[in-house]
Every structure is written in structure tokens, then in C-alpha cells.
């Protein structure tokens, strides 16, 4: 079955530095999407992307965020200046086209801003 | 926006029994809702959805069913075992791409 791959599993970083999380969604998918979760909570939308560029985006999307699909498989969320509750697990998820409601989750990157 | 609630927050079953969970939402515009398990440490894992022109569908032991009247819809799992014990969370798709989570409930299916 084709996976949403996402790398690294876990990335830690100092408060300030700038974070690049790597995801490769299913090759024949065209939306693609960034969910974060901090520990115990739900998981709360970020971002969608269609067509090189983004559609919709939630408040927690701030300044601080851009995404990017720099070739044909990559997709890239970039924290710019990462604060102690950017801490969570950014999930990348992606779905095949209109009217195709399934999203495929990848396994995630856990972030921890220290 | 959407806004979804997910109730209970928490849900201790005995294995065999069932269990049910239930979600409101807010935008009559949502047309798709689906449930997703998520084992500690896991992605979410889609195990059942529903569209907003069915009533209710189900998957070997498990089922959905969806209200748009009352603007609500539950996940039923029949003969639980303790593999079923995780969180799960549903979710609702109205106009645009995102999916608006509820807050989980936490299963625990006891032997």
C-alpha cells in the first residue's frame, strides 16, 4: 500500500533556529497538507496545498510558516524562528484528487524546541 | 469555521462488548466525516468514513452513522478486543480541503 513518507521521526532543536520537515506524499497525489499535534491533544489543521500553492491555511499559520514543493515528490514545512510551543508532531498528509475524500497520514516528526 | 465535539474522552469497555462514540459539528456545509485510530506514538489511520448522502455504513465490526438533520454522527465498534484500545478520533470535511478533528477519546478495552 502506498505510505506518505515524513523525515526525520524526531527532530530537536534550540528555541530560535530554523526547522525544515520533510515529507514525500503519494506520487499520484495532488493535495497535500500539514496537521500538527501536541501531546494530548487533537490534531489541528496548518495548512493545504494544491497546485503549487497554498489554498487555505489556519491561524496558527502564521509568519513564521511557509511550505514548499520544491521538486516532484517533496514537500517541505519550514519553521522559521521555532518557539518553545511550536513543540508537537507534525503530521504530512496527502490525497489523490477532487472528490477523492481519503487523506493518507505519514508517521509523523516529532519536534521538541528546547 | 467548523468546530467538532467528540464525546466521551474517555471509554473503558470489557472485551466483547461494544462501545460508542459520538460527534457533533457545526457547519451543515460538511459532507464528509471520517473516523480515525491512532495508537501511541502512530499516525492516524483511517478506519471507516461516511459521506453526507449516506445514513450509515458499515465495515466487519465496526460502523458509522450520520445524522445531518441532528448534525451528528457516531462510530460503533461491536465485540471489542483489546487491539481496539487506542484513541480515536473523528473528523469533518465542509467547504475547502481541511479536515476539522474532535478532541479523541481514549479506548481502553479490558480482558
Known amino acids: 500500500e502506498p505510505e506518505v513518507t515524513q523525515t526525520p521521526s524526531h527532530q530537536v532543536t534550540q528555541m530560535g533556529q530554523e526547522v525544515i520537515l520533510r515529507c514525500v506524499p503519494i506520487?499520484?497525489?495532488?493535495?497535500f497538507y500539514w496537521y500538527r499535534q501536541i501531546l494530548g491533544q487533537k490534531v489541528e489543521f496548518l495548512v493545504s496545498?494544491?497546485?503549487?500553492?497554498?489554498?487555505?491555511k489556519s491561524e496558527i499559520f502564521d509568519d513564521q510558516f511557509s511550505v514548499e514543493r520544491p521538486d516532484g515528490s517533496n514537500f517541505t514545512l519550514k519553521i522559521r524562528s521555532t518557539k518553545l510551543e511550536d513543540s508537537a508532531m507534525y503530521f504530512c498528509?496527502?490525497?489523490?484528487?477532487?472528490?477523492?475524500?481519503?487523506?493518507?497520514f505519514g508517521s509523523g516528526t516529532r519536534l521538541t524546541v528546547v | 469555521g467548523e468546530n467538532v465535539e467528540q464525546h466521551p474522552s474517555t471509554l473503558s469497555v470489557q472485551e466483547g462488548d461494544s462501545a460508542v462514540i459520538k460527534c457533533t459539528y457545526s457547519?451543515?456545509?460538511?459532507?464528509?466525516f471520517p473516523w480515525y485510530k491512532q495508537e501511541l506514538g502512530k499516525r492516524p489511520q483511517l478506519i471507516i468514513d461516511?459521506?453526507?448522502?449516506?445514513g450509515e455504513k458499515k465495515d466487519q465490526r465496526i460502523a458509522v452513522t450520520l445524522n445531518k438533520t441532528a448534525k451528528h454522527f457516531s462510530l460503533h465498534i461491536t465485540e471489542t478486543q483489546p487491539e481496539d484500545s487506542a484513541v480515536y478520533f473523528c473528523?469533518?470535511?465542509?467547504?475547502?480541503?481541511?479536515?476539522?478533528f474532535g478532541g479523541g477519546t481514549r479506548v481502553l478495552v479490558k480482558p
Open positions: 457547519d451543515s456545509a460538511s459532507n464528509y
Open positions: 498528509a496527502s490525497r489523490a484528487r477532487q472528490g477523492n475524500y481519503g487523506y493518507t
Open positions: 461516511i459521506r453526507s448522502n449516506v
Open positions: 506520487s499520484n497525489h495532488l493535495y
Open positions: 473528523a469533518a470535511k465542509a467547504a475547502g480541503n481541511k479536515l476539522t
Open positions: 496545498f494544491y497546485n503549487n500553492e497554498i489554498s487555505e
